[in-house]
RNA sequence: GGGGCUGUGGGGUAGCUUGGUCUAGCCUUCGAGCUUUGGGAGCUUGUGACCCCGGUUCAAAUCCGGGCAGCCCCA
């Protein structure tokens, strides 16, 4: 039986203290590590793999719709920072300086990029001439600066993160937003497909949306501890920052034109989501079609054995599709092994002692619910690929019981505060005045409206100022 | 935005109130050796720490100030 106390795995239960669990849970499954510097945080091996799988797929995506890669500078000097209004209100009090370089000063200070508009705009203004430049779809792969001084969480929140952030222009507002439908698939796809996040995808309030854009949709996620975090995003920019940074071509009739724009992102907060999200009172769960290593086989015996050590290298072979660990250490027992695959999420486990040698066996074991079946050597193959499968589908279900379970619906504040105690998404009507969103949130401890519902709200009544509702909107506490 | 708590080897902690006995104890990890292996084995042995800067004092892990870092709660 697993000791208490002096154990490598997790000391506390998800359920009963969650933020020492995801502390211990990042740490102790070597996802992340803190750095010197708070709020930046070091992503490990083990998350950077599962990254750059998801970027692997996001980018190949992007590029099958037709948007290239491109790289900007990390660096944006403020005066083309502040040519959109809005853009600068919103970004400036998180924004990181750099103001000297050795012992002097610069002549213009520069901003760590929070995000690229201001000075990818600059060079569309430049590259848009005439409407057969057009679509402009490019898109970076980079880290943002956001130098937020409430408390970090990694992957939650951190000041510097790392996404893909693409930037669009089109002649027409028709062709925009067709791009914004495409996106929301590629994004879907994979948080569904390879992360096994079903997510909630809605259009934020005025007061919610990205500053400087028409308007802002997302996903959102549940996880555990009661909170909705944003996912990937997509903006519709207008004309606003076409406006601002003149980014102008003639048309097939010789008329200057503003072009129409969009923003769109995915980070690596989702890394977090998912990690908390599939995770349990052993440690980390990877959905199989991220796992770098989708099996680990472990030969149980002295160690020496050398005919269970030659069948695990021919398994190896065999499931080479796999990409499988073998656990040949000598000095740990086979429990030890289990506990430590277990805590860093392995999906499938394959024993291999005596016992199935004997017989041309292995006993499978999932690492989602420790069920346990002994599988023929020759039906190894196929049952691995299937159990993933299955593995990959218990885990979207999971996901999607627990985000449908924790939404609720209020009409009454009384009701809402209720709901939001109870660590709910909570539907409401609500009104479009920006004061009642603020509102919201000082009585509710942080909730904040999260995306408009297609909920019919006629004849409902906000629930903050008890005026007519103009929508039913999502609410919850978020990061 | 406001408040609270915390910082001792890789991880968890004792010591701090009442400064000296601390040459910093314990569990675990890690290294070496023996031994063991179907759910966190055992023995021997070794490595490894007082967050940083300043102050008080004959003397600071301990008291004071500042900084940095982490956590929690409220808005």
């Not at 893909?164 to 002649?171: D, K, M, P, R």
Request: charge should be neutral; glycine fraction near 6%; charged fraction near 30%.
């Amino acid at each position: 039986m697993s000791p208490v106390g002096v154990s490598k795995g997790i000391s506390v239960k998800k359920e009963e203290n969650f933020s020492q669990w995801y502390q211990e849970l990042i740490l102790k499954a070597e996802l992340a590590d803190y750095s010197s510097v708070s709020g930046c945080m070091i992503l490990r091996p083990r998350s950077y793999a599962i990254w750059e799988k998801i970027k692997e797929s996001i980018d190949k995506d992007f590029k099958e719709a037709g948007i290239e890669d491109a790289y900007f500078p990390v660096f944006i000097p403020q005066s083309s920072f502040e040519k959109e209004k809005e853009h600068l209100e919103g970004f400036s009090p998180e924004v990181a300086w750099v103001t000297e370089a050795g012992n002097r000063k610069l002549s213009e200070r520069l901003a760590v990029r929070p995000t690229s508009e201001t000075i990818m705009y600059e060079s569309y203004a430049k590259w848009i001439r005439s409407w057969r430049d057009l679509p402009l779809r490019l898109n970076q792969w980079n880290n943002a600066v956001r130098w937020e001084f409430k408390n970090p969480v990694p992957f939650f929140r951190t000041r510097e993160f790392l996404w893909n952030e693409g930037h669009s222009a089109f002649a027409t507002e028709k062709e925009a937003l067709a791009e914004g439908k495409i996106l929301k698939q590629i994004y879907q796809k994979c948080c569904e497909e390879l992360m096994a996040l079903p997510g909630l995808y809605g259009r934020k309030t005025e007061n919610e949306k990205f500053a400087g854009a028409v308007f802002t949709e997302k996903f959102h996620y549940y996880i555990q501890n009661g909170r909705a975090l944003e996912g990937p995003s997509f903006h519709h920019d207008g004309q606003n920052f076409a406006k601002a940074y003149n980014i102008s071509f003639l048309d097939k009739n010789g008329n200057r034109q503003y072009v129409w724009q969009n923003t769109y992102a995915i980070s690596t907060r989702m890394l977090g989501v998912m990690f908390v999200v599939h995770s349990d009172n052993r440690g980390l769960v990877i959905p199989p079609r991220l796992a770098e290593n989708k099996i680990v086989i472990v030969p149980i015996a002295s160690g020496i054995d050398d005919d269970l050590l030659k069948k695990a290298h021919e398994l190896k072979k065999i499931l080479a599709e796999f990409s499988p660990i073998v656990d040949t250490r000598d000095y740990i027992t086979t429990g030890e092994k289990f506990y430590d695959w277990e805590l860093k999420g392995i999906p499938i486990r394959l024993e291999l002692g005596q016992r199935e040698l004997k017989n041309q066996e292995v006993t499978l074991v999932k690492r989602n619910t420790f069920e346990k079946r002994v599988v023929k050597e020759a039906d190894l193959k196929k049952a691995i690929s299937e159990t993933l499968e299955e593995i990959h589908n218990e885990l979207f279900k999971n996901a999607e019981s627990l985000l449908n379970n924790n939404i609720e619906k209020a009409e009454t504040k009384k009701d809402f505060l209720k709901l939001i105690k109870a660590k709910k998404i909570v539907e409401i009507p609500l009104c479009k005045n920006v004061r009642c969103e603020e509102n919201l949130k000082e009585i509710s401890g942080g909730a904040k409206p999260l995306f408009i519902s297609n909920y019919d709200a006629k004849g409902k009544k906000c629930i903050i100022c008890g005026n007519d509702a103009d929508y039913y909107v999502y609410a919850a506490k978020t990061y």
